[in-house]
């Protein structure tokens, strides 16, 4: 079958795929979910095989990166034969298979990932307190996160700490997180919060623009521009004093959309093109109804329709920007 690239109406290539392969999650960060969540019925979801079949598909048609995600891709029993099958990928077709987890299973999994050919992962840790971090996690145990970390490690996987920056909740621990990173060989990406989906509390009580954490982190660290790209909308420093990067995710204050090169499959099969808009195509009806074809045509369709940008704005009483929480579209 031809397999034209994937560009969408304003010129953009997608190389970059993520894959929700579960909207569960063990943990129940407060500005990602709400304490009670309700989660998709399993006999909504993609099956590993119909995943597996559609990511084919996205390499393809010209996609290099793959990220699995959720929820906690981790929690998904059958997530370590998803990259076993997709490993196979890597070298050929695929330049990376990527994943961005909790860490609470790595003590398990991390040997299995780095045989089935991932390389680096994102751990997200919004604080090493143990109390600070079971109150944003509502009940998790960072020893478990610390202990997946460092079976990370031993595996031989390079690591980027993911650190969502709360106010008054984490941000005093922006510097020592970033220190400790530095000195335990990972760099750390801070990420602005999002207004997606509904939480128990209002985002913009806890919101932190980056742009003033930056300003903060200048005045102790020494930063320099890094060119250093990760495929995302991460913008780098270096930082002399640990010889490691700080990233930035600044959705809010610094809107990267110009040069977004990412589409999103969620457990269900949906096919997001923007994190911020509702705009979909249902690749599970597609694969089961019309196959490879289908899937074919509904993420042309998609891309047709790829927003220009997302909308976002952390505002007192605001809503969300969209009903979905990150761990269904896959963050
Ligand atoms: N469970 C995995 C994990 O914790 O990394 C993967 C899914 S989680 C949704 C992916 C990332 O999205 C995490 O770094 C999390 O902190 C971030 N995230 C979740 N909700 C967010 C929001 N509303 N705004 C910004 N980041 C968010």
Known sequence: MAAPALVDRHGRTIRYLRVSVTDRCDLRCRYCMAEKMTFLPRSELLALEEIALIAERFIARGVTKIRLTGGEPLVRRDAVDLVRRLGRKVGSGLDELTMTTNGT????????????????????????????????????????????????????????????????????????????????????????????????????????????VFDDLSRRFTLTPDHHRSGGPARYWHVAQTGARLGLISPLTGNFCESCNRVRLTTEGKLFTCLGHEDQVDLKAAIREGGLAAVDAAIDEALAAKPARHDFSVERGAAPAVRRHMSVTGG
């Open 105 to 212: 299973r790595l003590p398990e999994h991390a040997q299995t990932l780095a045989e089935a050919g991932v390389r680096r992962i994102n751990v997200s840790l919004d604080s090493r307190d143990p109390e600070v971090f079971r109150h944003i996690t509502r009940h998790g145990d960072v020893a478990q996160v610390l202990d997946g970390i460092a079976a990370a490690q031993a595996a031989g996987l390079s690591i980027k700490i993911n650190m969502v920056a709360l106010k008054g909740l984490n941000d005093d621990q922006i510097a020592p997180m970033l220190e400790w990173a530095g000195a335990s060989g990972m760099d750390l990406t801070l990420i602005e919060t999002m207004p997606l989906g509904a939480i128990d509390e209002d985002r913009a009580d806890r919101f932190v623009p980056l742009t003033q």
